[in-house]
């Protein structure tokens, strides 16, 4: 009986029908992948997202000067009860 002279078999079982030299080239570069691309809202959802975050902020900033003046009065309130600065004295010796 004479051995089997089949085509040229790859050591894990695969046949190869091409050279070492391009099985390396192609393993070094790896898969080619494109960049994904955007959905179709999404203009439109950072354009809420946009909207949402400059409401927030104008609530926050309303909310900073109701403080502020809240503190403003606090303070005049007490000054009115503490009455002007005494002069300062000069000694002499």
């Given at each position: 009986?004479?051995?089997?002279?089949g085509?040229?078999?790859h050591?894990?079982?695969v046949?190869k029908?091409?050279?070492?030299?391009e099985?390396?080239?192609?393993?070094g570069?790896?898969?080619?992948?494109?960049?994904?691309?955007?959905?179709?809202?999404?203009?439109?959802?950072?354009?809420a997202?946009l909207?949402?975050?400059?409401?927030?902020v104008?609530?926050?900033?309303t909310r900073?000067t109701?403080?502020?003046?809240?503190?403003?009065a606090?303070?005049?309130?007490?000054?009115?009860?503490?009455g002007?600065?005494?002069?300062?004295?000069?000694?002499?010796?």
């Open positions: 009986m004479k051995p089997w002279t085509p040229k078999v050591p894990y079982g046949l029908p091409f050279s070492d030299r099985l390396r080239t192609r393993a570069t790896g898969p080619v992948q494109m960049p994904p691309k955007a959905p179709a809202g999404t203009a439109q959802n950072r354009q997202i909207n949402h975050v400059e409401d927030l104008a609530v926050r900033a900073l109701e403080a502020r003046q809240r503190t403003d606090a303070i005049l309130t007490k000054s009115a009860f503490v002007p600065p005494e002069p300062p004295q000069i000694r002499t010796p």
